[in-house]
Each structure stands twice: as structure tokens, then as C-alpha cells.
């Protein structure tokens, strides 16, 4: 057993301790075993750290963005060098398998090379004048302090992709991590440390939600990005709007597959398994719904069934298994319960289900892999509530017509995967299914740092995150009308 690191925060470039209470991390396969520990911020590192932003954000924003990008270049050289090592913290500390943690690892590491080479690539624009003698120019400023709010799911990715953007474009930051991972917090600050980073430039604060909030309620605050619960996001988020404080929000999923009757079925087996699955269903583009064209149902269902009993669950660390435990038992006891509501409800077992009640699988919070089938007549709340984890729920679709209409029956609309071999029915789906990303063929997870991610309808609040969208949300603009000295007749 390897032992416990030793949590701090990260104010003002320098690793202390807090004053709050204790805090561990434990490890979710084994919960006996504390991953890190130490104490958590208490209300003083929050006023230092938001101080500490505040005074270094005149300096980041008039440093050469080449600059700052170099030092992200740098950081990202760390996490590509210890990949292997953090990947398997991760996996540790979340519960994902090594080899997801190191996928996420590298990932975080392409997200800030994607950043460092693209802050210095645009500064504005230049427009005429209708005046003689006059140049407009637009050009981009930082907001200033960034309040980032960030999930367990994907502890060194999501943090990535928000304060990769946030420094590239000259802001500063004060970081709270999900109290659940903060190892991988620690381990990517310790990056950014490592590639010179200017004191105060990033500030990390490990504790309770109530940190968030004090980070939000901070008068030194001038932009918020969070990603997380919609109860928690949009009370944030209301907390910063009502401020005038720009918030950028990514909250939840309920995404849906749908495989119609022409689809490559292997292919879309494998994919449903995958964006169902991996990371054990913790992810908001994860796929918790299914609809499946009547005509090929019982094939697949018994094709998706056989796969996952066959999925091998366990310690995310041995390279054997494809599916590690969930994060929390919080987490574990009410996906578990979901599912008994579900069953209670009148939906119907295709794989999984039940509680491990042996060993490792029962000690550890782990939840089978499950698949329900639900009846065509109800409205299940499995269907509509995002449970987060290893869940998939199934209804039957008549036509293409009737599919698209049970995939946008959700109030959320994050992700969606279409699986057919008619571009017709592709393009339909471009036009008629209600998400902020699409996948034809292929998962509904995955996001790529160059294009726009974010939802429609409530899986987002405020702008989408990601290339020209976190330019975009991360600076503000200022129009000059630029005229040379002399007077004009
Ligand atoms: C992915 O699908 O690979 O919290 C990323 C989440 C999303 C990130 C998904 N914000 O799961």
C-alpha cells in the first residue's frame, strides 16, 4: 500500500497548510485506504487566494501571451512525463482504470498544448472607419480573477480545459477541485508550478462546497466556469449572475443512443457499451438512455446483455478489468437505489441490477454494470433523472420519427449518438435532435479541445466551453476608435 500524501493548498506560489478541518481521499475500490490527507481551507485561504489573483492579475495580463503559453507548453511536458505515475493516483483517488487515468493524464496534457499554442494566435480585430483618418480596432482582455469550480469525474481533464483557457487569455485563477480528488488538483498545479508559473497567477483551495461559495460570493471575483450538479451550478451560477459576474456553466446529462434498424449492430454494441460504461458511467456525456428500432430489440438487447455480464469489473489498477468502482458510497447507494425504484416502477432487468453482497465487489463501492428495460406506457424517473454511474435505460422505437422524439424527452440535452448507415437519417438528426454534440456512429462521450462542448437545453448555462467558445468567454473586448494626433478639416 502506498502512502498517504499530504494535502495543501497553493496560494500565492506557495503549498500550506489550511485551517479548516480534516480532509482525506480515499480510495473507492478499497475505502480503508486513504489516497491523501490534510486540512481544508478555511475562510482566511480564501480571502489570501482570492487577494493573491487579484494582485497578479495586472502582470499575467501584460505578459506576452506567447509567454504564458510557453509556461502551459511546459506544464504540459510534466504530465506527459508522469503520465503513468498521476494516471495511476487517478485511478486511485476516482476510480477509473489506469489506463483511463492515463488517457486523461495525457489529455490534460494535449489540452494545454492546444491553449499554449493558441494564445498568442489572435489579439483582436481590426475594422475601418467610416471616418477619414480613424482605425477600429477590437481588441480582447482578460475578465481578471476566475472563480473554477470543478468535478470528481474527471479530476485533471475538466481542470485543464478550464484554467488552460483562462491563463492562455491572461486571467488568474482560484481553484476548488471536488473534494473527492484532490490529489490529481495538487499534482496538476504542481505542473504548472514546475513550468514557472508567477506567484498568484493560479490559486488551489481543497475543501467543501462552502469554499465555492465563498470563492463565488468574494468581491474580487470577475468571471466564474463551473462544471458539476445542476443544483449546485445553478445556484452558483445564479449567485455570480446576480453580481453581473459572467458564469459559464456545464451541468448535466441524460444522454441518448439510438440505434436504428440499418445500423452497423456490432459496431454500435461496441460504442453503446463503451459511452455506457467506461469511467463506469461517470461522465455527463455518458449514454444513459437507449432506444433501439423494434425490428433488431431483442438481438441487441441480447448482444448489449451478454457484454455487459461479461465486462469485468473490479480494481481499476489491474490491467484486466474494463470497469472500476463509483466514487463514493453516496454515490454507490443511490445509483442502487435508481435501480430499485426503477424495478419497483415496473422496468425490467437486461443485465446487472443487483448489489454485490462478496468480497472486494462488496466492500469496495462498486455497482454492476446495468441495462433496464422500461415499460413503453410510463414515464420512469430513471428516464429523466441523471444517476451517474453504470446505468442504461431502454425503450423501443416504431419508427426514426418516434426514436428522435424519445431522445429529446429530457429536459437536458448535452450529448446524443445516432447509429445508422443513411446519411439521410443523419442529417435528419443535425436538424431534429436537440444537443449540443451529436455522434453519428460512434460514442456519446469524447470531446475534442479545438471545437465548441456544452449542451442545449438545461445541460448548460452560459457560454459553451473550448476553442473559439473559451476565447471567447474567457476575454472581454474593447472597441478602440483610433486616430492619429493631427487635427482633419
Ligand atoms: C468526455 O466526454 O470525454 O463532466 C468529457 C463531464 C464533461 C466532460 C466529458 N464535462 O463528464
Known amino acids: 500500500m502506498t502512502s498517504a500524501v499530504h494535502l495543501q493548498h497553493y496560494i500565492d506560489g506557495a503549498w500550506l497548510d489550511g485551517d479548516g478541518s480534516p480532509i482525506t481521499s480515499t480510495n473507492p475500490a478499497h475505502p480503508e485506504e486513504t489516497v491523501a490527507q490534510g486540512l481544508q481551507a478555511g475562510a482566511a485561504e480564501v480571502d489570501k487566494a482570492m487577494a493573491a489573483a487579484a494582485a497578479a492579475k495586472r502582470d499575467w495580463a501584460r505578459t506576452p501571451a506567447h509567454e504564458r503559453g510557453a509556461v502551459l507548453l511546459r506544464a504540459a511536458a510534466v504530465l506527459e512525463q508522469q503520465a503513468e505515475a498521476w494516471g495511476l493516483e487517478l485511478a486511485r483517488e476516482e476510480g477509473k482504470t489506469a489506463a483511463e487515468g492515463q488517457g486523461e493524464v495525457l489529455r490534460a496534457a494535449q489540452i494545454l498544448r492546444y491553449y499554449g499554442n493558441d494564445g498568442d494566435r489572435t489579439a483582436g480585430e481590426i475594422f475601418s472607419s467610416p471616418r477619414r483618418g480613424e482605425k477600429i480596432l477590437v481588441t480582447r482582455k482578460p475578465l481578471g480573477v476566475i472563480g473554477v469550480v470543478t468535478p470528481f469525474n474527471f479530476p485533471i481533464a475538466i481542470p485543464a480545459w478550464k484554467i488552460a483557457p483562462a491563463l492562455a487569455y491572461g486571467n488568474t485563477v482560484v481553484w476548488k477541485p471536488a473534494s473527492t480528488v484532490p490529489l490529481l488538483a495538487m499534482r496538476l498545479a504542481q505542473a504548472l508550478e514546475a513550468a514557472g508559473l508567477p506567484h498568484g497567477v493560479l490559486n488551489l483551495l481543497i475543501g467543501p462546497g ?147 453482497d462478496d468480497g472486494l465487489l462488496a466492500s469496495g463501492y462498486f455497482v454492476p454494470p446495468t441495462i433496464l428495460e422500461l415499460p413503453a406506457d410510463r414515464q420512469l424517473d430513471v428516464w429523466t433523472e441523471e444517476l451517474f454511474g453504470p446505468v442504461l435505460s431502454v425503450r423501443r422505437a416504431t419508427s426514426t420519427e418516434q426514436a428522435f422524439q424519445l431522445a429529446n424527452d429530457s429536459e437536458f440535452g448535452l450529448s446524443a449518438a445516432l447509429f445508422t448507415q443513411d446519411v439521410t437519417r443523419a442529417l435528419d438528426a443535425i436538424d431534429d435532435l436537440d444537443v449540443g454534440i451529436l455522434h453519428v456512429n460512434s460514442e456519446s462521450a469524447g470531446a475534442d479541445p479545438h471545437v465548441p462542448f456544452g449542451g442545449a437545453k438545461k445541460s448548460g448555462y452560459g457560454p459553451k466551453e473550448q476553442g473559439a467558445a473559451a476565447k471567447e468567454f474567457f476575454t472581454h473586448t474593447t472597441t478602440v476608435y483610433l486616430r492619429g494626433g493631427e487635427a482633419k478639416a
Open 210 to 356: 462552502s469554499i465555492g461559495s465563498a470563492i463565488v460570493e468574494h468581491p474580487a471575483l470577475d468571471g466564474l466556469t463551473f462544471t458539476g450538479s445542476t443544483g449546485v451550478g445553478r445556484r452558483l451560477a445564479a449567485e455570480a449572475a446576480a453580481r453581473g459576474i459572467p458564469v459559464q456553466a456545464e451541468m448535466g446529462g441524460k444522454n441518448a443512443a439510438v440505434v436504428l434498424a440499418d445500423a452497423d449492430l456490432e459496431l454500435a454494441a461496441e460504442q453503446v457499451m463503451l459511452g455506457a460504461f467506461r469511467s463506469t458511467g461517470q461522465k455527463c456525456t455518458a449514454t444513459s438512455r437507449l432506444i433501439v428500432a423494434e425490428s433488431i430489440a431483442d438481438q441487441f438487447l441480447d448482444t448489449l446483455a451478454e457484454r455487459a455480464s461479461s465486462l469485468t469489473v473490479g480494481d481499476p489498477t489491474d490491467p484486466a478489468v474494463a470497469m472500476g468502482p463509483v466514487v463514493n458510497d453516496a454515490a454507490r447507494k443511490s445509483i442502487l437505489d435508481g435501480i430499485s425504484t426503477a424495478l419497483a416502477q415496473g422496468a425490467e432487468l437486461v443485465a446487472g441490477g443487483t448489489a454485490y
